[in-house]
């Protein structure tokens, strides 16, 4: 089998079935439910390893939330996900988007600013990332 055939990704509204399932995978996630936002769900030979939460949020894209199941991580599932969930964001036409981090998780604080993201400022224990989109 192929590597492409073993991973599946799927975009959908944001149901709170959906939310149901993700916060059952991911008992951390803590998904908060707006109608408009989009889940990605990455599958690995049939079963959820991973999804991106997002939308848009005051003409801004925003990633709400990331998480790839502990066997499957730094393998670049997460990256490749938010690149899907950045391509969608971007065609909605909006110019940045932004991520909360925890600075305490060196692992996203890295992926992010490898892809882009600066630091713009601590919100309560998070700190906020944006990443503006090059003009094609």
Do not use: C, W
Not at 81 to 92: Q, V
Request: glycine share 8%.
């Amino acid at each position: 089998m192929s590597h492409s055939k073993k991973y599946e990704t799927i975009t959908m509204p944001l149901t709170k079935g959906v939310k149901m399932l993700i916060n059952h995978i991911f008992p951390n996630a803590n998904i908060e439910y707006k109608p408009k936002d989009k889940i990605l769900i990455y599958k690995f030979k049939g079963k959820i390893i991973g999804f991106v939460h997002y939308g848009i949020r005051n003409g801004k894209g925003a990633i709400i939330g990331v998480g790839v199941l502990e066997g499957h991580r730094h393998k670049g599932h997460a990256r490749n996900m938010l690149i899907n969930a950045i391509e969608d964001i971007k065609a909605s036409g909006v110019d940045r988007v932004l991520i909360k981090v925890n600075p305490l998780n060196k692992a996203a604080l890295a992926l992010y600013k490898s892809m882009q993201f600066m630091p713009v400022r601590k919100v309560g224990k998070s700190l906020l990332m944006r990443r503006f989109y090059e003009e094609n």
